[in-house]
């Protein structure tokens, strides 16, 4: 198993939630966070002031998926959350030892 965490641009979230519900995945968590990478921020003036907005608003989108559809699901991914400019995101991919449902004490992928 592995943990797909993907920080992405907030407004690209509706087209990836589809994206992936499309190839049957459901489950996700979604966290709204704040950074940045190369970008580096941005320039904004707000009555007459300007200054330096450095953290930006960000999507991070967490799931836990079987190895077997890592590449699928991290294509799908991609591809949705694709604006072709500076500042779409990373995605990162984690090995998962374990999973357990609380509710019945599954283990493993079946837990999933």
């Known amino acids: 198993m ?8 907030p407004f690209k979230l509706e087209e990836v939630k589809e994206a992936l519900k ?3 995945i459901d489950g996700m968590t979604i966290i709204e ?16 002031m300007e200054y330096e907005v450095d953290l930006l608003p960000k999507v991070k989108l ?5 190895d077997s ?9 991609s591809k949705a959350a694709r604006s072709g400019k500076i500042g ?5 991919v984690i090995p998962v030892e374990e999973a357990i449902r609380i ?6 992928e079946a837990a999933l």
């Not at 592995?2 to 641009?9: P, R, S, T, V």
């Not at 967490?62 to 079987?66: A, G, N, Q």
């Not at 779409?88 to 990162?92: A, R, Y």
């Open 2 to 9: 592995k943990k797909i965490e993907a920080i992405i641009q």
């Open 22 to 24: 499309n190839i049957g």
């Open 33 to 48: 966070v704040r950074g940045h990478g190369r970008q580096k921020g941005h320039k904004e003036v707000y009555r007459g």
């Open 62 to 66: 967490e799931m836990v998926v079987p």
């Open 69 to 77: 559809r890592l590449d699928e699901i991290v294509s799908t991914l």
């Open 88 to 92: 779409d995101g990373k995605i990162f």
């Open 103 to 108: 509710r019945n004490d599954d283990h493993g």
